[in-house]
Nanobody, 126 residues
């Protein structure tokens, strides 16, 4: 059974930091693009960041310069370090994997991803 499991969410004050982690199991994700998305109440799921299997990174404009995505192919994990958090960053954060990806392409649409985690809540107090 293929699974992605997120962890690390929680409550943080504005300006603070959180590190989200996603652990994959059931198959290797080493040749997948791994992404993070988020969804706030009443809003659509939106792209946050992605990292290709070759290490290329893509960020949404809203998090560029504040968030960093990293991956460890040996451990089948992908992390999202979030700094300078703002109240508008509050959402459920989802880890996703896109199989058969081409490294130079930025996969930023949720529909492009094949596997999803259950999500982890991030709350930012002002």
């Amino acid at each position: 059974q293929v699974e992605l499991v997120e962890s690390g969410g929680g409550l943080v004050q504005a300006g603070g930091s959180l590190r989200l982690s996603c652990a994959g199991s059931g198959r290797s994700f080493s040749r997948d693009t791994m992404g993070w998305f988020r969804q706030a109440p009443g809003k659509e799921r939106e792209f946050v960041a992605a990292v290709s299997w070759s290490g290329g990174r893509t960020y949404s404009d809203s998090v560029k310069g504040r968030f960093t995505i990293t991956r460890d192919n040996a451990k089948n994990t992908v992390d999202l370090l979030m700094n300078s958090l703002k109240p508008e960053d509050a959402a459920v954060y989802y880890c996703a994997a896109k199989s058969g990806s081409i490294p130079i392409l930025p996969y930023t649409r949720a529909g492009q991803y094949d596997y999803w985690g259950q999500g982890t809540q991030v709350t930012v107090s002002s």
